[in-house]
């Protein structure tokens, strides 16, 4: 097996505020053939997240930034080329946090042999990877849903949200999607969300979300911050949770803006905020595979997904996240 | 014994932004002897505090709003002048909801009889009453204390602050208080506390609370809301908890204000922020009593007391908590 010559996209300068392909760079870089210890594969898809955004800035957080210079980071799935190691052989298909490149050598330790069951692969970056668990486990961890209770998401036709729509209406209960085009409000109602709501169009989000949602709401999963935050605070009922997985009307933002007027609610509603990152629901892994596999072969839980083609298509679909440009799973299919 | 005639503040007219004189008028009713099934109570000492400015707006909370000409309510000590339950006799002491009025007679399910055991009835209405339990229960259950963490606390001052920062303190806990004066926060060194912010001197609330807490802040009792859960949320680390148990800044607002500009921090630091009520804590009682009780006997916990005579200046006492009048628990003598 030979060495592979494989591009890859760099960070060139740092964001400020909304990025743009100038921040992005196309490089080569080497995949060697595998020597003892080691593996070496090839990436059929690589996934993009709006919380990439964060690496991009120089600041202290769960992660720490991504370098200047160098190839950029995230889930990918890939197939083995070559192997040093006796756990992984030519053929096998891995995920791994070495996307945003076409190949990539490293230690066998780096990379998890998936068992596809005959789903796409592309279900390990989507339902069954990290945006799955994500909104399975604040969800049901933070969320802890009760049958007939309401539930608020922002980001709804996102990976994750929806996701966590799927879920909540396997939990028995109502559930409303914000969203940011109808074509996408009409895809979660496919799926069995009662209501959507488009906030690009609606005048009033508060009132939309008060109309939606005549019972108030016991559980926001938020995405999206902002405004959204703000009319959740509002419609809460008494009691509510709030599962604060991101903020990405807020990712972009040069300065601070303003938080919500009615923060005050949190007191007066005895509302819980919390905020999560995926790997503390690592420890739910199993039973996570164990229940979305399951939905998904019963056919409870379906997604889309958005493929852009080619690794210089890369940073096109990165930047697609902060315009809705994607319904479902963003993702870049390079083998 | 004969019907006794009371006077009563009343509330006349519902304040918009912080209250004044005018919003209070001064009553009289009848406290008759007691029938058959009822009690009669001299009050002996009524409590203001910083929820009522909440009932006092015409808006569904938590509680009920305050009705328009009738008497205020509150936690009152009082003494039990004639009693037609078997449950109660003259000289009793008994803590109740019926304040801001200098004598009332109800049915004897509405009064609790009290065994001082030598403490000073006051402590009822302080660390071994509402503003003891709100300290005790929100900061255990939210704060989840251990021992070398940091803790900040608003409002530390006050009746429910300077309890918490004793527990914390008792819990091994560093503690940094905001406090409106030198005096207050040198009260509070002399209480163990480790270090004060007087944040009506102060030229960047933030930047002294990131002095005070080098290491950073693991749990933050809020009183306060506003620039100081801003400060909170730049100083907190990860995984923090928020225990909200009131936003006293904002309770005079005539106007919803703008929330912490960097409230993303939820997320990227994964806090949680939650509000409570007493009342949720209720359960907890018997082993308030016995810790709180148990670490007053040892001289662990000590309290202020404010004290307003009669109730002519009930209204004084209740607007001197936004303009920080009081140290400790502000409290009117009516006996």
Redesign the interface.
């Known amino acids: 097996m030979p060495d592979i010559v494989s591009k890859e996209i760099r960070l060139k300068s740092r964001p400020s505020g909304m990025p743009t392909h100038d921040n992005f760079e196309l490089g080569t870089a080497i995949a060697a053939e595998a020597t003892k210890g080691m593996v070496q594969v090839k990436n059929l898809y690589m996934s993009v997240d709006p919380y990439m955004r964060?690496r991009m800035n120089d600041v202290k957080?769960?992660v720490p930034p991504f370098a200047l210079g160098e190839a950029l980071q995230g889930h990918a799935v890939g197939e083995v080329v070559s192997s040093g190691d006796d756990g992984f052989k030519a053929g096998d298909i891995v995920l791994h946090m070495m996307g945003w490149r076409e190949a990539i050598t490293g230690p066998a330790a780096m990379f998890t042999k998936i068992d596809a069951h005959g789903l796409p692969l592309t279900a390990f970056l989507g339902p069954l990877g990290m945006p799955g668990l994500t909104a399975y486990g604040g969800f049901l961890d933070i969320g802890k849903p009760k049958a007939g209770e309401t539930v608020f998401v922002s980001g709804a036709a996102g990976a994750v949200g929806s996701m966590v729509c799927q879920i909540a209406k396997i939990k028995g209960c109502a559930v409303v999607g914000s969203v940011g085009s109808d074509e996408k409000g009409e895809w979660l109602k496919s799926l069995g969300v009662d209501a959507y709501i488009n906030y690009k169009t609606t005048k009033d989000l508060t009132q939309s979300l008060k109309d939606a949602a005549p019972k108030g709401i016991d559980i926001y999963f938020d995405n999206v911050?902002g405004s959204h935050?703000e009319a959740a605070l509002e419609v809460a009922n008494?009691g509510a949770r709030f599962a604060?997985?991101?903020?990405i009307s807020?990712y972009n933002e040069t300065g601070?803006?303003?938080?919500?007027?009615?923060?005050?609610?949190?007191?007066?509603?005895?509302?819980?905020?919390?905020?999560?990152?995926v790997v503390?629901y690592q420890h739910m892994q199993n039973q996570f595979i164990a229940d979305v596999g399951g939905w998904i072969r019963e056919g409870k839980i379906k997604w889309e997904e958005t493929v852009k083609e080619g690794i210089e298509n890369a940073p096109d679909a990165f930047l697609g996240l902060f315009t809705g440009a994607n319904m479902g799973k963003m993702l870049v299919k390079l083998g």
């Open positions: 964060g957080s769960y911050g935050l008494g604060e997985c991101g903020m807020r601070q803006s303003d938080g919500p007027k009615n923060l005050i609610y949190i007191v007066g509603k005895s509302l819980t905020l919390k905020g999560f990152i503390q």
